[in-house]
């Protein structure tokens, strides 16, 4: 089931995320994101329990989502729907593995998230959301989603303008099959961590702002926003969980412009 990946040049891999090798490896990285994620939140002044950490394992292969596995990670983030299905398939035994969808959605995959993922973190249009309530009525289950923010105004990036958020929300009410547990960002690609925070301040601000007018059935508490490069920052702003791959997993082979267009490659 490993997906076809050309073999990476050394030099294209970011040396800051090692390979883990064993168990032991993914644990020290898993207890290392940790430790951060906890500092981050001793700085301002959060409790640690109210931080998620989800791992990303999208691109790696199934020995290392097997070693995250024995290594204590119970839920995993894929980005593309393709690449969940077959991953799922294949660790079936797997049984109390929960997969949580973090990339842009067709219509035509759906179903499967309907039927097999533990939550949806990338809504942004109300087709998927009326197709994914219908499968989900069929399928007599509810799935928590996130809405998708544009915190960074690129145009290329997924997500609703923090303007039109409010109304895609609104709009949401006539899906009784999802529910909305809060928004969910990718920050500017950018070593530039002023313009990175300016990014999930807004998700925050935003998403404060929102509490107040969404309706009572929709408790907008989660805050899903951080990754590898930028995590800490994310906490600091009041994340509630992060996304992170490569610092547990290892660097990808593949720019990021390969998973969300619009970045440099
Ligand atoms: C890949 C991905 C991540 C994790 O990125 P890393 O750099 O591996 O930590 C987070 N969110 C989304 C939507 C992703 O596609």
Same mark, same amino acid.
């Given at each position: ?59 790696? $292969? ?61 809504? =942004? $249009? ?77 998700? %925050? ?13 929709? $408790? ?31 660097? %990808?082979?593949?720019? =990021? ?9």
């Amino acid at each position: 089931m490993d997906s076809p990946l050309p073999t990476p040049h050394a030099a294209q891999l970011d040396l800051r995320y090692p390979h883990p090798h064993s168990v032991e490896d993914f644990q020290r990285n898993l207890l290392a994101v940790r430790a951060r994620i906890d500092a981050a939140c001793q700085r301002v002044g959060r409790d640690p329990a109210g931080v998620r950490l989800l791992p990303v394992s999208k691109t790696m $292969s199934e020995a290392a989502l097997r070693m995250a596995y024995a290594a204590g990670c119970r839920e995993l983030g894929e980005n593309k729907v393709q690449e969940a299905t077959r991953k799922q398939a294949a660790m079936a035994d797997l049984a109390d593995l929960r997969w949580s969808i973090i990339g842009h959605l067709q219509t035509n995959k759906a179903r499967w998230v309907a039927q097999h993922a533990a939550e949806f973190q990338a809504l =942004d $249009s109300l087709r998927v959301a009326q197709v994914l309530d219908r499968h989900l009525q069929a399928a007599g289950r509810q799935l928590d989603v996130f809405v998708q923010v544009n915190t960074s105004g690129e145009a290329s990036k997924y997500g609703v303008t923090p303007d039109d958020a409010a109304a895609f929300i609104q709009q949401l009410d006539s899906c009784p099959a999802l529910r909305v547990r809060g928004l969910m960002t990718l920050a500017v690609l950018s070593p530039d961590h002023v313009q990175v925070r300016a990014c999930f301040v807004l998700l %925050r601000r935003l998403r404060d702002q929102l509490r107040r007018h969404v309706p009572a059935s929709v $408790s907008l508490d989660e805050l899903s926003m951080g990754m590898s490069g930028d995590y800490e920052i994310a906490v600091e702003e009041g994340a509630t969980v992060v996304r992170v791959g490569q610092a547990i997993f290892g660097a %990808r082979a593949l720019p =990021d412009s390969h998973f969300w267009p619009g970045n440099p490659a």
